[in-house]
C-alpha cells in the first residue's frame, strides 16, 4: 500500500520559494439550506444534499513547517500565511447514497463498485469512491442547480483551512498523532467507514473524515509529473493551478489520505496528486460553496 501511495504522490523535494501574497476574497452570498441539526453526529442518509459548515474568511497557515512537523515534505513547504474569503464546506465526503440522486437525476454512469446501478445498502453513508474528478465536477454543478448558487470543489487552499483551522494543526485534531479513535487510517479497519464515525477526530470547523477514510478531489492542478508537484508553494490562485479547463494530462490534487495509508500521510498538508479521468476505489470528495 505504501508504494501505491508514492505512485499517486510527490515524495521529493519542491523548490524554495517566497512568501505568498494575500488571496483574492470571493463575493459573500446569500446562505445555503442547512438541513436541521441532529442529535446523532452522523449524516441522514436520507437527505439528498450534504450538510455544511461555515468557515469564516480570514487569514490561515498552509503547509509544513519542518521545525514544528518532524513528518514534513519539502512539497508542504514553505509554510506561508494564505488568506481566503468565507465560504461553506461539506461537512462529511459526499456519500454513495447522496450520489445516487444525482445519478439517478442525470443518468450519469455509476460507480463501479455499485450493484445494477444502486449503492449496496450497508454503504450507503459510506463517502461515494469510484468517481472521476469529472464525475465530481458534474455533482457540484448539479448540486448547485438544485440549491440555485454555486457549488464546487473546493480549492487546496480552501480544503486544507477547513481541515486545520488558523493555527497550523498537525491533524483535524491538534499535533497528537492518528489512532482508531480519531481517524480511519492504516488499515485498521480494512475499507471505508460511514462519514462521521470519528467525531474526535473532526476538524476546528466541525468538519469530519478530513484525515483518512478517503481521499479527496480537490479543484487544484498538481502537474504532469506525479514525482513532484509542478504548482508548489507558496499557493498562488493566479498562476493557473486554478485552471478547470486543463486536460487529462494533469494531475489534480487530493488530499486527507485514506484508510489503507499511515499517520505521516493522513496529516492535513500532505498532497497528492492523481488523474482525473480515473476512478479510485480510494478516493472521493466533499463540496464547498463561496459565502456565508
Known amino acids: ?77 514553505p ?50 469512491i469510484n468517481v472521476t474528478w469529472h464525475d465530481a465536477v458534474a455533482y457540484c454543478k448539479w448540486l448547485g442547480r438544485q440549491l440555485g448558487r454555486q457549488v464546487r470543489l473546493p480549492s487546496e487552499a ?10 497550523g494543526w498537525v491533524y483535524p485534531w491538534g499535533n497528537q498523532p492518528p489512532n482508531d479513535r480519531l481517524c480511519n487510517f492504516n488499515m485498521n479497519v480494512g475499507g471505508t467507514t460511514p462519514v462521521g464515525r470519528y467525531p474526535a477526530g473532526r476538524s ?3 468538519c469530519y473524515d478530513m484525515a483518512g477514510n478517503v481521499w479527496e478531489w480537490t479543484s487544484s492542478l498538481w502537474g504532469k509529473d506525479v514525482s513532484k508537484p509542478e504548482f508548489s508553494y507558496p499557493y498562488d490562485p493566479n498562476d493557473g493551478r486554478e485552471d478547470m479547463r486543463a486536460g487529462n494530462d494533469v494531475l ?5 489520505g485514506s484508510w489503507y495509508l499511515f499517520d505521516d500521510d493522513v496529516r492535513c498538508a500532505v498532497r497528492g496528486g492523481s488523474c482525473s479521468s480515473i476512478r479510485y476505489d480510494f478516493v472521493g470528495f466533499r463540496v464547498m460553496s463561496p459565502g456565508l
Open 204 to 206: 476546528p470547523y466541525g
Open 79 to 128: 509554510q506561508h500565511r494564505v488568506r481566503l474569503g468565507a465560504y461553506r464546506i461539506g461537512k462529511y465526503p459526499v456519500t454513495n447514497a447522496q450520489y445516487y440522486q444525482f445519478v439517478v437525476a442525470t443518468g450519469r454512469e455509476p460507480p463501479g463498485h455499485w450493484e445494477a446501478g444502486r449503492p449496496p445498502d450497508d454503504l450507503l453513508d459510506h463517502p461515494v
Open 252 to 256: 489534480r490534487v487530493v488530499r486527507g
Open 1 to 77: 500500500m505504501q508504494e501505491q501511495w508514492r505512485r499517486y504522490a510527490g515524495r521529493v523535494d519542491a523548490a524554495e520559494v517566497a512568501p505568498a501574497s494575500p488571496l483574492p476574497t470571493p463575493t459573500v452570498e446569500s446562505p445555503l439550506p442547512t438541513p436541521e441539526p441532529s442529535p446523532v453526529p452522523r449524516p441522514r442518509i436520507s437527505a439528498p444534499y450534504p450538510e455544511w459548515t461555515p468557515v469564516p474568511a480570514g487569514w490561515f497557515w498552509m503547509g509544513s513547517d519542518p521545525r514544528q512537523d518532524g513528518l514534513a515534505r519539502s512539497n508542504e513547504q
Open 158 to 167: 480552501e480544503w486544507e483551512k477547513a481541515a486545520r483551522g488558523t493555527d
